[in-house]
């Protein structure tokens, strides 16, 4: 019992030291981080690096269960509950997959030279998520995929640190053009006033901000519209512009296809916002998600009146550090 004993000592007291450099960093985190609600970012790093409790906690369950410290059914709760947030935590959000999803743009005729459009959104960079690790392992992963242009639909930050630009560099690495527009996080709904910091940081690494402006390519046009939680949505516009070719729309928002005005052309609405839900449960997803979208928009392509609107999951992280059952995602949208 005595060499029991001491592991368990051991153990108690690995854990409050753990605790206590989880506490000192979520501290020295937040005293970097742009926040207009320094106890909220504090709360939240806290959760964050705490969460590193869970990895000596899960192999403690399993040895406490074989020495009988726990009982059988007390050692397999645990190591379950553990080892669920560990893959939650740890694990899934570096799982970043590819999708592919084809879409006939024009309902008259295929396009004389498909385009591949890379989707992603809600980086998030900032407390949880967008840390160099897996920003590289995006970049990675568009490159491999070999885009004619890359999208960014929005939620850029998460209460960003100031060196927002720094954490950005490696997207000039990307091999592609980079259009974007923002989400309510970069909105001030509900982060911080962080528009100038964004702004600085996407224009010295190569990311067009096409917010109210139109891109022109051979066989569509692709337009940026403004948050909607932000009363930056208004398309009344669209009917007044050239309609020789269909639309591509760039919105993080995707409720906001509600407001898409009749066209002569079909268009596709490229969105993010949703997180797919973020953490798949039975019946609260659904219920969390109701407050998200009041649409239902979840994740894929759905059709509407006047506009499709394809969702992305993003690759992401905001309210708690874990994905789980939706892990994060690049969608390659190829119009034919």
């Known amino acids: 019992m005595g060499n029991i004993d001491s592991v368990i000592l051991y153990f108690y007291i690995g854990m409050a030291i753990l605790a206590l450099w989880c506490i000192s960093q979520a501290w020295i985190s937040q005293s970097h981080t742009q926040t207009i609600h320094p106890f909220k970012a504090f709360t939240h790093l806290l959760a964050y690096y ?8 899960f192999f403690f369950s399993i040895y406490s269960g074989f020495n009988g410290y726990y009982s059988i059914h007390e050692a397999v709760f645990i190591c379950l509950l553990s080892g669920v947030l560990c893959y939650a935590r740890f694990i899934e959000p ?8 084809r879409y006939q ?6 396009m004389r030279q498909p385009v591949r459009i890379a989707l992603i959104a809600d980086l998030h960079i900032g407390l949880f998520s967008g840390h160099e690790r897996q920003l590289k392992q995006i970049v990675h992963k568009l490159n491999q995929q070999q885009p004619d242009l890359v999208v960014v639909a929005g939620d850029w930050t998460y209460e960003p640190e100031d060196t927002l630009t720094q954490e ?5 690495e990307i091999q592609a053009p980079v259009y974007s527009v923002n989400g309510n996080h970069d909105e001030q709904y509900p982060g911080p ?14 990311v067009i901000d096409i917010e109210g ?5 051979d066989e569509f046009r692709l337009v940026g519209i403004g948050d909607l939680w932000a009363g930056k949505a208004d398309m009344r516009f669209l009917p007044e512009l050239p309609q020789d070719k269909p639309w591509v729309i760039l919105s993080h928002n995707p409720d906001t296809v509600d407001m898409v005005p009749k066209l002569p052309s079909r268009p596709l609405m490229l969105s993010g916002h949703t997180h797919g839900g973020q953490v798949e449960l039975p019946w609260l997803t659904d219920y969390v998600m109701k407050r998200v979208s009041i649409l239902g928009h979840k994740r894929g392509l759905y059709r509407h009146e006047h506009a499709d609107v394809f969702v992305t999951v993003g690759t992401g992280l905001v309210g708690v550090p874990f994905r789980f059952r939706v892990p994060p995602t690049i969608d390659i949208i190829e119009l034919i």
């Open 94 to 101: 570096h799982l970043i997959q590819i999708k592919t999803t």
């Open 50 to 57: 705490l969460s590193y409790l869970l990895i000596p906690l």
């Open 213 to 217: 402006q139109i891109v022109e390519f």
């Open 105 to 110: 743009i024009n309902t008259d005729k295929k």
């Open 193 to 206: 006033p962080i528009q100038e910091l964004l702004h600085t940081a996407l224009v010295s690494n190569n």
């Open 168 to 172: 950005l560099a490696i997207l000039q």
